[in-house]
């Protein structure tokens, strides 16, 4: 089955540290989505590419965070410095979206950060 | 782009069906309805989508007013493992809080 892939699992590090976060969207797709899960904000969507470009990040705070699609099967985010509050699951999905149909979202299983 | 409103929670007993309501009165003409969910911990799975017409898969049906200011998500008979947080996201890829759906026994 095609699934998209989230590494790592789960981190737990200290604050001030850098974290990376990386996604493996499923093959042939072309919009990946990064969003953020706690329990007091709900899921929150952070940035999305399509085609690789950036189409939206308005929702990720852009003096520490920073999302990148270095080639079609690799995204990354980054939290540098990270902070406690940045403590979440880290959610990426990927979808096909053609013309204004933006078509099934598939998720992976989310990047557990925990920031001391 | 729709913003999407939802009850935060609803109860059903197993085998009955879950009717969960969405609240998409600010939906354009070409903007498609969605419905995802969310078990426990996992990534939200997606369910049914429509755009006018109502819809049906192996896993629920969806009714969308003729207005489609609103939408309805049928789950015909539902089991424990249908207890998940329900989302119906605007076209623009945003997530509101859902309807946490629990199923008793």
């Known amino acids: 089955d095609a699934r998209v892939t989230q590494t790592p699992r789960h981190k737990v590090t200290e604050m001030g540290q850098e974290v990376t976060m990386r996604c493996q969207p499923i093959?042939?797709?072309?919009?990946v989505f990064w969003y953020r899960q706690t329990m007091m904000q709900g899921l929150e969507l952070l940035a999305y590419?399509?085609?690789?470009?950036?189409?939206?990040d308005s929702g990720m705070p852009k003096d520490r965070f920073s999302a990148e699609m270095p080639d079609a099967t690799l995204a990354t985010l980054k939290i540098q410095p990270s902070e406690p509050r940045d403590s979440a699951v880290y959610f990426c999905?990927?979808?096909?979206?053609?013309?204004?149909?933006?078509?099934?979202?598939?998720f992976g299983e989310g990047s557990r950060l925990t920031v001391l | 782009d729709a913003k999407t409103t939802q009850p935060p929670s609803m109860d059903c007993a197993e085998g009955r069906a879950a009717n969960l309501p969405c609240n998409h009165s600010?939906?354009?003409?070409?903007?498609?309805v969605y419905w995802y969910r969310q078990i426990h911990s996992q990534g939200p799975q997606y369910i049914i989508h429509?755009?006018?017409n109502n819809e049906t898969n192996e896993m629920a049906s969806l009714i969308i007013t003729e207005d489609r200011k609103s939408s309805t998500l049928i789950l015909p008979h539902a089991t424990l493992r249908d207890t998940a947080v329900y989302y119906c996201?605007?076209?623009?890829?945003?997530f509101g809080p859902g309807t946490r759906l629990s199923v008793l026994p």
């Open positions: 999905a990927s979808g096909l979206v053609l013309g204004r149909v933006p078509g099934e979202l598939f």
């Open positions: 093959l042939g797709h072309n919009t």
């Open positions: 590419f399509r085609n690789r470009a950036p189409l939206d």
């Open positions: 600010t939906i354009s003409g070409n903007e498609y």
């Open positions: 429509g755009l006018k």
């Open positions: 996201p605007g076209q623009n890829f945003v």
